[in-house]
């Protein structure tokens, strides 16, 4: 474990989360303790507006978001600025998070790219409607379950890549080049790129059919 | 609620997770998406790829007074934007790119008319309007078209678009899309290259219709 390791549990992260599922009005089923620790610490902030949950989210994705941004070409001197809103951003549209969809780290992704676009354009990225679910549904936990379990085998297969196809999927995702910058820049031909995503796409796929019952 | 039968690619929606696409297909996806559950799904398959990628990013260290600066800002006021919202047969994405204007229609001819929303270097987003039985002028393309039915529907060639579909064209697609017989068809249309609009507009109008 380095430094920049985000640590198992926030600094009296526990009793906070458990004072938190005791809180009258709160939704003690909403958070079994088998939830990923990220999922726990954001439905704290969600529906406790819990601080320290949400410095045990920035511990964690702080670090991360920096590489990320950095990567995707924005310059280190501003990368602290675009982290610093997608934070804000995850605290102050935390109603919008929903597990039983996204897992956390994809949805601060689509946060970060959001924010990154923002940055590097003059008209933002469209966004899709919103959906709302009716007040008052129950958290199904095994949806929840499932959401997360395929975020966990889809990173484990991504670092289970061989080094070329990983590099491929991270630029892509990073927005960091184009499919014909990508192109460009490795002297490939475009239709060996597509393929090679393709192939990176389809190895994912794999791994995660083992998943559906 | 309509059944979609013609959806957007699959390359596509990794590109707007990533936030490559220009931003004229950008609006007809996130039209699409407000409209069909697939695609959402789609999409956010996507986006769990992209927090896989977030996941594994080499950490870089953040400056020692950066979080104590967000969490000083928790309590700063803060008035959300207003969220896409529908707007009559225009969804969100579009009400917002309209900025809740009516459109304003341009007549193209037999009964035809457009409203342009915006023209960039990168592509160009359009609203169409089509009269029942009327044909939009045989045309070919020069580059990606994409166009999505917002009221109405159209047969061409390849098929029957209805609201919610998106048709795909390119340079090698030459078809004669004819609005069906009902309700009058607006469409969303987006390109990446100027339209060649044969019967009606010569080359040389081009610039002038700005197709
Ligand atoms: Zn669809």
């Known amino acids: 474990m380095t430094a920049l390791d985000p640590p198992e549990t926030p600094p009296d992260g526990e009793p906070a989360l458990r004072r938190a599922m005791r809180a009258p009005g709160g939704k003690p089923a909403a958070c079994p303790a088998t939830y990923s620790r990220e999922t726990q610490w954001m439905i704290a902030v969600r529906d406790q507006r819990d601080r320290v949950a949400f410095a045990a989210l920035f511990d964690h994705f702080a670090p991360r978001l920096k590489g990320f941004v950095i990567r995707s070409g924005i310059p280190a001197a501003k990368a602290e600025e675009v982290v610093q809103d997608v934070m804000l951003t995850i605290w102050r549209k935390a109603d919008q998070f929903d597990p039983h969809r996204a897992q956390v780290a994809a949805w601060v992704y689509q946060i970060a790219r959001n924010r990154q676009i923002d940055v590097m354009r003059r008209d933002g990225r469209p966004m899709p409607e919103e959906l709302r679910e009716d007040p008052g549904t129950e958290p199904d936990a095994s949806q929840i379950l499932a959401v997360e379990q395929e975020a966990r085998q889809l990173k484990s297969a991504l670092t289970r890549l061989n080094a070329e196809q990983r590099d491929v999927i991270e630029k892509a995702y990073l927005g960091e080049l184009s499919h014909q910058q990508i192109s460009d820049q490795t002297g490939l031909p475009l239709g060996t790129i597509k393929s090679r995503i393709r192939l990176g796409l389809n190895r994912l796929r794999h791994e995660l059919k083992d998943l559906k019952p | ?211």
């Open chain 2, 1 to 211: 609620m309509s059944v979609t039968h013609h959806h957007i690619p699959d390359s596509m929606l990794a590109a707007y997770a990533a936030g490559t696409l220009p931003q004229a297909f950008a609006v007809v996806v996130a039209t699409h998406v407000s409209m069909c559950s697939m695609c959402r799904a789609a999409l956010g398959a996507h986006e769990a790829v992209g927090g896989a990628v977030l996941e594994i990013q080499d950490q870089v260290a953040v400056s020692d007074g950066l979080k104590s600066n967000v969490l000083d800002l928790l309590d700063a006021p803060f008035t959300a934007p207003p969220a896409p919202t529908r707007n009559g047969i225009y969804p969100g994405p579009v009400a917002d790119v309209m900025k809740t204007r009516a459109p304003r229609w341009k007549t193209l001819g037999m009964g035809v008319r457009q409203d342009i929303l915006f023209g960039q270097k990168d592509g160009s987003l359009r609203l169409l309007y089509i009269p029942p039985g009327q044909a939009v002028p045989d045309h070919g393309h020069n580059g990606i078209e994409l166009t999505l039915v917002l009221q109405g529907s159209f047969s061409d060639e390849t098929g029957q678009f209805g609201v919610g579909d998106v048709e795909i064209a390119d340079e090698t697609l030459e078809h004669t899309p004819v609005a069906d017989a009902g309700e009058p068809c607006i469409c969303l249309a987006a390109t990446d290259a100027p339209l060649r609009f044969r019967a009606l507009a010569p080359r040389l109008l081009q610039p002038l219709f700005r197709i």
